[in-house]
């Protein structure tokens, strides 16, 4: 396995202490890193490292940020570190911040007896709290790629709520399949926590609401709804709730994320829905949960199914696609095929219609009177994250929605309306 090395020793890096053997006094060949401190002279680390990555920045999250674009540009995920005890204290925070579970650390902590490269690290004396500081002051620095935030909205929710659906634009995000307005952080893909972070950041700043009242569903791909106030369970796929103050919302990247509102008893919901999850009747079951909890009349609910995968691009295998067929034949175009066409929006509408949810309070691909609100993800790769189309490490954009009036009396802003 090829692995990165990183030195962060504040007197010059020795290789004896590195445990590095470098022939003809280069280290290019072992993508070796260095981390210098600002007090350091130019020369002191780079002299016996012919070709390293000398890392500078104004802050230890910027050098550290820089190192991980070189690793995702030459596909690197292996890092053995060289650093003083309390180098690596302060280290794993950053870890913590600017990578995921992708990347994998492996810290080497020196104690050469008279080494003056042993003796400390390049950043010395910060705190968990001042990292944070720092790596979010360093993060809302980056310039948005893609253009501004762009958000599409169904002109089917009342304006005493606020909502929308995300796109892929304004974000930080630099990884192609993840640029660059990623709204999920997983340790299964490349986009750590700081920079998902700051791309809510700016996606709240642009819809109008405050960044920290953000609630995303955890998602299981089932049909479990929790009510917002009851204690939360550790995966669901639907959230309720009629507090003011809290913006709720779904991840989608083909799977759909829906919103609900009841504009007579003021309940919003937000759900995701795949294709297992609309098998299970996770869309229904978000309505009847809005009934059975709130009091609410399905007749009252509108439902805006947001940027999903069309069937013109998502595929199942026979026997997963033979269950949309029982729901209705439309919903698998092609049965004879090897792999059959799926449409998963069409067999969400059947069932929430067979539930009693007005047709026309159903905002889909389906509703000609109304603007399109559900384009392919698939098929508009300048405007959305698809997993059927960019693979593994994809990203995620949301719906969210929110109860407008805040409990003391406030007004959050509208965002913005904007359609492709």
Same mark, same amino acid.
């Given at each position: ?77 292996? +890092? ?5 005890? @309390?180098?690596?204290? !302060?280290? #794993?925070?950053? $870890? &913590?911040?600017?990578?995921? /579970? ?124 929790? +009510? ?5 369970? @550790?995966?669901?796929? !639907?959230? #309720?709730?009629? $507090? &003011?103050?809290?913006?709720? /919302? ?171």
């Amino acid at each position: 396995m090829c692995q990165a090395v990183l030195l962060d020793l504040v007197h010059g890096c020795c290789p004896r202490c590195a445990g590095l053997s470098l022939r003809g006094g280069s280290a290019s060949d072992r993508r070796v890193f260095l981390l210098r401190a600002k007090t350091d002279p130019s020369g002191a680390c780079a002299s016996p490292y012919r070709g390293a990555h000398a890392l500078d920045g104004d802050s230890t999250a910027e050098r550290l940020y820089r190192m991980k674009r070189t690793l995702d540009d030459l596909d690197l995920s292996s +890092v053995r570190v060289v650093t003083s005890a @309390r180098g690596r204290e !302060a280290l #794993l925070w950053y $870890q &913590r911040l600017l990578f995921t /579970a992708v990347y994998r650390f492996e810290y080497r902590v020196t104690s050469t007896p008279g080494c003056p490269s042993c003796c400390g690290s390049a950043h010395t004396g910060p705190t968990p709290e001042t990292i944070q500081e720092e790596v979010s002051a360093f993060v809302q620095r980056l310039p948005a790629l893609m253009g501004d935030v762009k958000i599409r909205k169904s002109t089917m929710i009342p304006d005493v709520f606020g909502h929308g659906f995300s796109s892929r634009a304004g974000g930080v995000s630099y990884i192609p399949t993840l640029s660059s307005l990623n709204l999920f952080c997983s340790q299964t893909r490349r986009d750590p926590p700081a920079v998902v972070t700051e791309n809510r950041r700016r996606l709240a700043l642009h819809a109008g609401f405050p960044p920290q009242s953000l609630h995303l569903v955890k998602v299981a791909h089932a049909s479990d709804i929790w +009510v917002m106030g009851t204690e939360e369970p @550790r995966s669901y796929d !639907a959230v #309720l709730t009629n $507090q &003011r103050g809290v913006v709720l /919302a779904a991840p989608g990247a083909d799977c759909m994320p829906i919103l609900f509102a009841d504009p007579v008893s003021e309940v919003i919901g937000a759900a995701h829905a795949g294709w297992k999850g609309t098998l299970k009747g996770v869309a229904m079951a978000t309505v009847d949960a809005m009934v059975r909890e709130f009091g609410c009349h399905v007749r009252d609910i509108m439902v805006a199914v947001g940027p999903s995968v069309g069937s013109c691009c998502f595929t199942l295998e026979q026997e997963h696609a033979l269950d949309f067929s029982r729901i209705h034949p439309d919903c698998v175009p092609d049965p004879e095929s090897p792999r059959p066409h799926v449409n998963i929006r069409l067999a969400n509408r059947l069932l929430l219609q067979r539930g009693g949810v007005n047709p026309e309070h159903i905002h889909d691909d389906a509703n000609p009177e109304r603007p399109l609100v559900t384009p392919c993800t698939s098929c508009h790769p300048d405007h959305y994250f698809s997993h059927v189309r960019d693979g593994p490490n994809f990203g995620t954009q949301v719906g969210f929605v929110w109860i407008r009036e805040g409990r003391d009396g406030t007004h959050w802003g509208t965002g913005e309306d904007v359609s492709h």
